[in-house]
């Protein structure tokens, strides 16, 4: 891997500098490819843009900026977009500071900022070095996710396609199931989520295999299976606790499971008027798991626990033994799963090896 320090001006930044309108974002002498297929919407409200300018005409340091080398030579911007475009779009008087354009200013104050010194860390190696490397400098401005840098290694044709899919406002993954997922598309939660779904948690290799492939469509169909499943079997519609469960992952172990909806949403009902149901949004794992972890069961408070353990006069409800508190653990006589609460009535106190054996039985 190779890193080297690019020292540029603001006229050579935008020396170019083209916006067609459709995403293609070019500047550097048509060398820099400003808004990559990774790349996320231009988010810059007013005052960020301004600061940016600002930070210029007062001679301010601006923050660090990183592209990447790609095969064919070309640079593209891994971080400090936001920056470049606001940049490009003052000097296009796109918009004004302190009420002064671009175009509005004496030559000498457009000459200072057009011989403003850049700081630009360029980046030459593999797809591994890359992301390794991204993920270690501490990326300044708009931070970049995750997701973000893995679109930026593994750019290619796969990650422009499926960024139309999953990573634009109004793209046909939020419209399809919006109100099952978490984060924002822009930011590339969306995509992210689909992939560690698809691939079972092994994103980046699902992304080096697919790197070049011409069309994200079987990604696509997956995610349509998955929310198809999640309507058909969920039939009862509860956006403040479906949105972020892991959907793909619990399809892709019951898809073909013999499932019974009217059950479920019977279970569900009731699940949710549960007081010691803490984490609601567990609900739908646990339905199909079995696994009570899942729900965060509302645990006995320690006055509680006290006083039954005083009442219990520091022995073990099972073996008689007696034990410090601190030894022991409160555990429900009547288990959660059989509609025992968590009240002062259903808690005794035992010994971490009854109720280790306890549980197992």
């Known amino acids: 891997m190779k890193i080297e320090l690019l020292d540029l001006s603001v006229r050579d930044l935008v020396a170019g500098y083209y916006d067609d ?43 660090v900026m990183y592209w990447s080398v790609r095969d064919d030579g070309a640079y593209e911007i891994i971080d400090g977009q936001q920056r470049t475009i606001s940049i490009a779009q003052y000097l296009k008087s796109d918009f004004s500071v302190d009420g002064r354009y671009f175009h509005n200013l004496p030559l000498e104050e457009q000459e200072s900022i057009l011989n403003y010194e850049l700081m630009v860390y360029v980046c030459t190696g593999s797809h ?44 046909p993954a939020a419209g399809l199931g919006g109100d099952y997922m978490s984060g924002s598309p822009i930011r590339q939660d969306y995509l992210e989520t689909v992939i560690k779904w698809v691939s079972d948690n092994d994103i980046e290799d699902y992304m080096g295999i697919h790197q070049h492939d011409k069309s994200a469509a079987p990604l696509w169909e997956y995610f349509r299976e998955v929310i198809d499943w999640v309507e ?20 892709n172990t019951y898809k073909d499971a013999a499932l ?57 409800a099972i073996c008689d033994n007696s034990f410090d508190i601190s030894d022991m653990e409160a555990d429900h006589i009547r288990p959660w799963s059989d509609g025992g609460k968590t009240i002062e009535e259903n808690c005794q106190m035992l010994c971490r090896k009854c109720n280790r054996e306890k549980s197992s039985k």
């Open 21 to 63: 309108g459709e995403g293609g974002v070019v500047g550097y002498g048509g060398a820099l490819d400003i808004r990559p297929p990774f790349q996320r919407e231009f988010i810059y409200k007013g005052k960020q843009r301004e600061a940016v300018i600002t930070s210029i005409i007062k001679r301010f340091p601006l923050n």
């Open 128 to 171: 591994r070095d890359k992301l390794d490397w991204f993920r270690t400098v501490n990326i300044a401005g708009e931070k970049l996710y995750d997701q973000e840098l893995r679109n930026a290694v593994y750019s290619g044709s796969w990650v422009s396609d499926a960024k139309r899919y999953f990573s634009k406002s109004g793209c």
């Open 232 to 251: 058909s079997t969920f039939t009862k519609k509860r956006k403040n606790i479906m949105k972020g469960v892991d959907w793909g992952l619990l399809y």
């Open 260 to 316: 019974d909806p009217d059950a479920i949403e019977a279970e569900t009902a009731r699940l949710i008027l549960d007081d010691d149901v803490e984490n609601k949004r567990g609900i739908y794992s646990y339905i199909l798991t079995g696994d009570e972890k899942r729900l965060n069961i509302r645990a006995f408070k320690a006055g509680m626990k006290q006083k039954v353990y005083e009442m219990q006069a520091g022995k073990c």
